[in-house]
């Protein structure tokens, strides 16, 4: 058979790189040290990432409670893949409304405790269309600022009043919400429940005081605590109804892909015909919705493995504060090690990589300035023994001696 995409054919294949525009932003982050690269990871293993040929232990994975690799989400996954082949056909308004979304819909419902649920493609597709579907030009959004980017990209695109309030200052937002709320007449206060970066727990009561006191309505966003706390593991925001707008992901603990609000069925019924992240997408495959559906199964039965990973973190977070190094509170899987100077931190992380530990250093703007942490993950693939050659590797960086520890 003659080759139907004969090279000399495609010029793109030849084009040329130079383009001043891409050139100009790309050499500005070199300048500020901040240029992002992919790396490949060849194989995982448990706890144990393959990098360049490289053997780390893997402290940078969402996978906390290893369900990417959990034989009941393979079955479930392979069983829709075959029942129902490798994708949805098309969006969920035109033909791509299967019985399996519904079922999972409900499912969740349950498990979440919420009156409806409906499904997503990603977090970041969720966050970033919800947003500017359930608030316009003329109300007002209140945001925590270590808010996951996808929810400012929402905040930013709805085109309502943006205010920024600090890390988990409610005080601050109650100042905030005092000073401005008379002026609109539809607000809301968005959070992560579980932060991503710093690892610590919105106060969720006084945040629902608030938006009763306010008339504000609470978005949060439970991608990181889904799977690992609160009732059943189903995360912080689960079986609070009250609560507006609820968002989960299935990329981390749930081990595959895919996102969903929980609301109530009118906020459903609106956002079917509103938000154009839900219209016009084509609706999420069966294998994805066979492996989600695994992990509802499975989640409430995982109490062991939480526990276990909780006390991993709180050994962790011992382990620094015995070293006087800086760390956030909190009973989370997700433990920060805070160094402060941006620099500090990069080269921490190159010396713990140096030393087979594979870290995230997140630094301004993720974070505020001179707030650069090295973040710890922990899985359930991570014992006290890993515990433990973290902390020896953490013992070896010279920001220890530097700092006289
Ligand atoms: C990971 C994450 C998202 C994005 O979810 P994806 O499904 O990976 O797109 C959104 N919000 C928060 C807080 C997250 O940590």
Redesign the pocket.
């Known amino acids: 058979m003659t080759n139907i995409f004969p090279v000399q054919t495609m010029p793109f294949l030849t084009s040329s790189t130079e383009d001043p525009f891409l050139k100009k932003k790309m050499a500005q982050r070199t300048a500020q040290h901040q240029l992002r690269k992919l790396h490949t990871i060849e194989e995982i293993e448990g706890s144990i990432a393959t990098v360049d040929s490289t053997r780390f232990i893997n402290f940078s994975s969402?996978d906390y409670l290893g369900l990417s690799q959990h034989p009941h989400l393979i079955q479930r996954a392979e069983e829709y893949l075959r029942k129902y082949g490798t994708g949805a056909g098309a969006s969920r308004l035109i033909s791509g409304n299967h019985l399996f979304h519904i079922e999972l819909e409900q499912a969740l419902a349950h498990c979440y405790g919420s009156e409806a649920i409906l499904l997503f493609n990603?977090?970041?597709?969720a966050?970033s269309t919800l947003i500017p579907a359930l608030i316009d030009r003329d109300g007002a959004l209140f945001a925590d600022r270590s808010c996951?980017s996808?929810?400012v990209h929402g905040a930013v695109h709805s085109q309502a009043q943006l205010f920024r309030y600090r890390h988990q200052n409610l005080d601050h937002l109650e100042e905030l919400l005092y000073k401005h709320s008379e002026s609109f007449s539809r607000i809301l206060i968005l959070t992560?429940t579980l932060f991503?970066m710093e690892g610590d727990v919105t106060d969720i009561d006084r945040l629902q005081q608030l938006a009763e006191k306010y008339r504000a309505h609470l978005y949060v966003?439970d991608?990181?605590a889904l799977g690992v706390i609160g009732r059943d593991g189903m995360g912080v925001a689960a079986f609070k109804p009250e609560i507006s707008y609820r968002?989960g992901?299935?990329?981390?603990a749930f081990g595959s892909?895919?996102?969903f609000i929980a609301c109530s069925n009118e906020t459903k019924d609106y956002l079917v015909n509103f938000c154009k992240g839900f219209i016009y997408t084509t609706a999420l495959p069966p294998s994805v919705i066979g492996a989600a559906m695994g992990a509802v199964e499975l989640i409430p039965s995982l109490a062991n493995e939480r526990r276990e990973l909780l006390r991993l973190a709180h050994l962790l977070r011992e382990g620094l504060k015995a070293r006087k190094l800086q760390t956030i509170d909190a009973d989370s899987q997700i433990v920060p090690w805070v160094i402060g100077e941006e620099e500090e931190g990069i080269r921490c992380a190159e010396e713990l990589k140096a030393l087979g530990i594979l870290t995230t250093v997140i630094r301004p703007p993720t974070v505020a300035r001179g707030m650069t942490l090295i973040r710890f993950t922990l899985t359930k693939h991570h014992n006290e023994t890993h515990i433990r050659q973290l902390l020896k590797a953490i013992d070896g960086c010279s920001f220890l001696a530097r700092m006289g520890i």
Request: charge should be negative.
């Open positions: 969402n990603s977090g970041f597709q966050n996951h996808s929810i992560e991503s966003d991608a990181h968002i992901t299935f990329g981390k892909f895919g996102a």
